[in-house]
């Protein structure tokens, strides 16, 4: 069994950070490919960021949060961050995140790629 477990949500005024921690336990590490995805009121959930580590590690981002949004991994911690930069109201989600037991040769953008999720943290960002 896997667990996730989200932190680091909160409301936050446009132009703000956040920075949302997941720290998994269980039958799992940090080593895994690992993902964040988002979910607004009245929307399909959505591509965030993604992250493998072997093959030279390789990260990709959805356009909407490139050059704002950073993946990393604390490895001793068994923890994954997402670190959020420029926030606009957009931004406003329910934010999950999720754990492959594959090695994938890229990171998976697509939710059916992963087999654990998180309860997820929620994130406001005002105008």
């Known amino acids: 069994q896997v667990q996730l477990v989200e932190s680091g949500g909160g409301l936050v005024q446009a132009g703000g950070s956040l920075r949302l921690s997941c720290a998994a336990s269980g039958r799992t590490s940090s080593n895994n490919a690992m993902g964040w995805f988002r979910q607004a009121p009245g929307k399909e959930r959505e591509f965030v960021a993604a992250?493998?580590?072997?093959?030279?590690?390789?990260?990709v981002y959805a356009d909407s949060v490139k050059g704002r949004f950073t993946i990393s991994r604390d490895f001793a911690k068994n923890t994954v961050y997402l670190q959020m930069n420029s926030l606009k109201p957009e931004d406003t989600a329910v934010y999950y995140c999720a754990v492959s037991q594959t090695r994938p040769k890229a990171p998976i953008t697509y939710g059916e790629g992963y087999d654990y999720w998180g309860q997820g943290t929620q994130v406001t960002v005002s105008s």
């Open positions: 992250s493998i580590i072997w093959s030279g590690g390789s990260t």
